[in-house]
């Protein structure tokens, strides 16, 4: 019995990149001495234990053999006999196929340290076609691995092509797409992703709600890349690069599908269009099974982000309105999450970068000059029922309009700078002026 160190662990280490999760192979070994030696048996479809106190992962060799469609259409061979070699090569990248024995000596039967070094994703054989999932792990280690300066080798990406063309890709299950998706939410840049999904034929198939808004147009002067899809990769783009969390990068993804709904005879206008969104986003968390923390933050910034960039030229009455629309009173984070994500599709604009936005500021401001106004204190002077409601909104929309002026005076450069070139603010004026 042999124990070795391999996949990520290994190719991490030999990139000089934190990893806390680590794998091993077993050679020479059964799933009957694995027992008797404490490892407790996890998974299904092949034998993987866990070790008793560090809970690493030690699977033992096994080779492979496609039966059927998707991820799961496969059998396994994993007697004793199998080689660390053998192991190795039925996996799906070169780097990602790298050993590590207890000696510290590696093994590498695929050159994967090579193509560490020159930064190239690239698959081991023709075996890679027989697993769709492989399509979006690829995706997800060019997103992970893009500030390294990976790229995916020409051969790997036709292959992937080739297996969206024959249909491969249309069995993989719901749970098995969010599982690569959201690992791209928790680390890695979403637009890269998206973006490789898109080249290889995969975003149609998987994500077509995102890939629907490619060549939808928006007006020039709010998006000079003029195109929805690119706009969405800039947002998400932004949102990675700013440290966004993940449920906010996710209701960025979702944000403008309803601008695919759009009247076309009205193009490049996009009225309503969060609103519109919001049974997309039903229909595609439904069909992923993506989890309901995820579905109520999408569906609010979809619903609500058009106000927010609006917000200057709202009054205290509609501000307070929004905030009890995303009932932030109840759930607070959700004006962060609002908010941050209507930076994002502000700044996520060619030239925009670096433009002023204040829209955002003053909801989050307005919120902080409220929220620690209790229901409580109505009641402790005897109002009830619907009273109490009234007359904590008075509170509210007192405390607002007192605090409005200094905000904007503190903020006059900025709104300034940022009025200028604002279509809505050059509309409100020309109207006062007749």
Same mark, same amino acid.
């Given at each position: 019995m042999k124990v070795y160190l391999v996949g990520g662990a290994v190719r991490d280490k030999l990139l000089n990149i934190p990893n806390q999760d680590y794998d091993y192979v077993v050679v020479g070994s059964t799933v009957e001495e694995m027992l008797s030696r404490g490892f407790h048996?996890?998974?299904?479809?092949?034998?993987?234990? $866990?070790?008793? +106190?560090? !809970?690493? %992962?030690?699977? $033992?060799?096994? +080779?492979? !053999?496609? %039966?059927?469609?998707g991820y799961n259409g496969f059998c396994f061979d994993f007697s004793p006999d199998i080689t660390l070699e053998e192991d190795l090569v039925r996996r799906d990248l070169t780097i990602n196929a790298i050993a590590e024995d207890e000696n510290g000596n590696i093994i590498d039967p695929c050159g994967g340290q090579e193509d560490l070094k020159n930064r190239i994703l690239r698959h081991i054989g023709p075996s890679f076609s027989e697993d769709p999932l492989r399509v979006l792990r690829v995706a997800r280690f060019a997103a992970r691995f893009h500030h390294l300066g990976f790229s995916i080798a020409p051969e790997t990406m036709e292959l992937m092509k080739t297996m969206v063309k024959q249909g491969e890709i249309d069995f993989l299950t719901p749970e098995r797409i969010f599982l690569e998706f959201e690992n791209v939410l928790h680390k890695g840049a979403l637009d890269v992703f998206v973006r490789i999904l898109r080249e290889c034929g995969a975003l149609k198939v998987i994500f077509p709600e995102l890939d629907a808004l490619y060549g939808i147009p928006a007006r020039k002067h709010w998006h000079p890349e003029v195109d929805t899809g690119i706009h969405m990769e800039l947002c998400l783009k932004y949102a990675c690069e700013h440290n966004y969390q993940p449920i906010e990068k996710f209701a960025l993804f979702c944000h403008d599908f309803g601008k695919a709904l759009s009247d076309k005879n009205l193009l490049p206008s996009h009225t309503n269009h969060g609103k519109k969104g919001v049974p997309l986003i039903e229909n595609f968390c439904d069909r992923l099974r993506i989890p309901n923390h995820y579905r109520k933050v999408a569906k609010l910034v979809a619903s609500e982000h058009s106000f927010v960039h609006l917000a200057l030229y709202?009054?205290?009455?509609?501000?307070?309105?929004?905030?009890?629309?995303?009932?932030?009173?109840?759930?607070?984070?959700?004006?962060?999450?609002?908010?941050?994500?209507?930076?994002?599709?502000f700044h996520g604009r060619l030239g925009f970068e670096n433009l002023p936005y204040t829209h955002a500021q003053l909801v989050d401001?307005?919120?902080?000059?409220?929220?620690?106004?209790?229901?409580?204190?109505f009641f402790k002077q005897g109002y009830r029922g619907i009273e109490i409601s009234r007359k904590l909104d008075e509170s509210r929309l007192k405390v607002m309009a007192e605090f409005r002026p200094i905000w904007n005076e503190n903020h006059a450069e900025e709104i300034k700078a940022e009025r200028k070139e604002d279509p809505e603010w050059i509309k409100i004026k020309q109207s006062q002026n007749r």
């Open positions: 048996q996890v998974g299904n479809s092949f034998p993987v234990f $866990l070790e008793p +106190k560090t !809970k690493d %992962e030690y699977a $033992l060799a096994r +080779k492979e !053999k496609k %039966e059927g469609h709202k009054t205290e009455d509609q501000l307070l309105q929004l905030l009890k629309n995303i009932d932030a009173f109840r759930n607070p984070d959700n004006v962060g999450y609002l908010t941050n994500c209507c930076r994002a599709d401001d307005i919120f902080d000059a409220i929220k620690e106004l209790k229901p409580t204190e």
